[in-house]
Nanobody, 115 residues
Framework: QVQLVESGGGLVQPGGSLRLSCLSS????????MSWYRRVPGKERELVAT???????KYADSVKGRFTISKDVAKNTVYLQMNSLKPEDTAVYFC?????????WGQGTQVTVSS
């Protein structure tokens, strides 16, 4: 069974930084792509960033220039470096991995941006 485990969330002041990690129980190359989503209560889930198997990536307009998705294939881990955080970035962040018709989710990690 595939497991994705997120870590790195927390409370940070506006303008601060956090790095989220998503550890996969299987090889990174088992997936077509891995993504970070976020969800705010009362709003639809938002795709934040995606990294494709061989390294290309894409971002939501709301985070371009501030967030960076990256991978460490040796550690089967995908990261989301979040800089210049804003209160509107407050959400539960979820790791997602897709492999053909299968998709997997982590349990989520809370990010709160507040002074």
């Amino acid at each position: 069974q595939v497991q994705l485990v997120e870590s790195g969330g927390g409370l940070v002041q506006p303008g601060g930084s956090l790095r989220l990690s998503c550890l996969s129980s299987i090889s990174y190359f088992s997936f077509n792509d891995m993504s970070w989503y976020r969800r705010v209560p009362g709003k639809e889930r938002e795709l934040v960033a995606t990294i494709f198997r061989y390294g290309s990536s894409k971002y939501a307009d709301s985070v371009k220039g501030r967030f960076t998705i990256s991978k460490d294939v040796a550690k089967n881990t995908v990261y989301l470096q979040m800089n210049s955080l804003k209160p509107e970035d407050t959400a539960v962040y979820f790791c997602n991995a897709a492999s053909g018709a299968d998709t997997y989710w982590g349990q989520g990690t809370q990010v709160t941006v507040s002074s």
